[in-house]
């Protein structure tokens, strides 16, 4: 990390600039070990661990210490932005395959993978995670993308709090995925309400994720969530949670289509409708 901060500063001053300075914040993975293992004394809730890598050793290594923490799971947080025109899709995939089949030889706790949605064909790399030894699938890792600032022509960074809308690309795939692996499935960006973890568990997940809403209204908010969730299941005469996992999946709603390409006219002809009716 050192190295990667003073990295050019002999030829170029200011290249030390380009990331901020972090006298103050940890740069080792001890802190977070040590973080691991306070909090799995402190609660009685299981703590899942969250790893993103460089190399197979530095993956397998520090998943190894985790659980030796006392992670209950882990979570690889696939974060990689390929750039280099020569690599292909396919190689990108099967780095990513092989990463969990190490992984997975190396640790016994559960295991989850965060994924992009920027693969080509979701499903298949779903059930090839999942038959390279996944226990979880969550869709889907929140890329920070940099702006550009126009006066001062710099790259600058932005870090933009989740909102529900976010959710429907996660809706969709998790909906498609559903009942074609044996790992359970999870979403991530965009639960914010008690009617978004209900989409959530329609779709077909076992784990509805939320973050950005807990940072904006504080933990408290996850209380009235909880019992918003509870009122509306009362309301309408569900007993529990899994009676409606996966009822809006893509093989369990009437038409499958509304999942695929050619319900395209019927998306287009819909917004007209609406802006008429208004």
């Known amino acids: 990390m050192h190295a990667a901060l003073e990295h050019g500063a002999e030829s170029f001053a200011e290249s030390l600039t380009y990331l901020p300075d972090l006298v103050d914040y940890n740069l080792g993975p001890d802190a977070y070990l040590e973080l691991i293992h306070k909090t799995k004394q402190a609660v009685a809730i299981p703590v899942i661990a969250s790893l993103n890598g460089t190399s197979i050793g530095g993956w397998t290594r520090y998943a ?47 295991l989850a993978i965060k994924l992009s949605h920027f693969f080509s064909a979701i499903p298949n790399m779903a059930r090839r995670l999942d038959d390279a030894g996944a226990n979880g699938l969550v869709f889907f890792n929140r890329f920070y993308q940099p702006d550009f600032d126009v006066e001062q022509l710099e790259v600058v960074p932005t870090l933009r709090l989740s909102h529900s809308y976010e959710l429907l690309l996660r809706l969709h795939w998790t909906a498609i995925v559903f009942g074609n692996v044996k790992a359970d499935l999870a979403i991530t960006g965009g639960v914010h309400t008690a009617e978004d973890v209900l989409k959530v568990m329609m779709a077909g997940a076992k784990v509805a994720m939320m973050a950005s809403a807990l940072l904006h209204a504080g933990a408290g908010h996850l209380r009235h969530v909880l019992e918003d969730l509870a009122h509306w299941m009362e309301e309408h005469e569900y007993v529990s949670i899994q009676q409606m996992q996966g009822s809006m999946s893509q093989r369990n709603v009437p038409d499958s289509a509304a999942f695929e390409r050619m319900n395209y006219m019927k998306v287009l002809s819909s917004y007209t409708l609406q802006t008429r009716s208004q």
């Open 64 to 110: 190894r210490l985790m659980e030796e923490a006392g992670a209950d799971a882990l979570e690889l947080n696939l974060y990689s932005l390929p750039t280099d025109p020569e690599r292909t899709g396919a190689d990108v995939e099967e780095g990513y395959v092989e990463l969990v089949r190490h992984v997975r030889r190396s640790v016994r706790i559960p």
